[in-house]
């Protein structure tokens, strides 16, 4: 079993910045694969990256590729998303999820994930 809580959503101005963070608690031996998704109103929940559990390998979706980017820190057990360059249609809630892999399988598609944090927004204005 794993437990994900996210943290630091919040405001910014287009072309700003800022930094999302996944506490990830794990309960069994294995270190999962964690990837970041969003969702805005009325649409679709988006995958954005994942990464594997060695953070060593990461799949970026290409609405966010060179914009963003992950990162890991198993002795802190967690995983950050630094979100730059940031755009209105950035607006959305942010989730982390985790596979119960350390690869990633399919890093980009929700159907792959178990286990959800809560969500963070994130508001961008022009």
């Known amino acids: 079993q794993v437990q994900l809580v996210e943290s630091g959503g919040g405001s910014a101005q287009a072309g700003g910045s800022l930094r999302l963070s996944c506490e990830v608690f794990?309960?069994?031996?294995?270190?999962?694969?964690v990837g970041w998704f969003r969702q805005a109103p009325g649409k679709e929940r988006e995958g954005l990256v994942g990464?594997?559990?060695?953070?060593?390998?990461?799949e970026y979706a290409s609405a966010v590729k060179g914009r963003f980017t992950i990162s890991r820190d198993n002795a802190r057990s967690t995983v950050d998303l630094q979100m730059d360059s940031l755009k209105p249609e950035d607006t959305a809630m942010y989730y982390c999820?985790?596979?119960?892999?350390?690869?990633?399988?399919?890093?980009?598609?929700?159907?792959?994930?178990?286990?959800w944090g809560r969500g963070t927004q994130v508001t961008v204005s022009s």
């Open positions: 990464i594997t559990a060695s953070g060593r390998s990461s």
């Open positions: 794990v309960f069994t031996d294995t270190n999962p694969c």
């Open positions: 999820a985790a596979q119960q892999y350390s690869h990633c399988a399919n890093a980009l598609s929700s159907t792959y994930y178990n286990q």
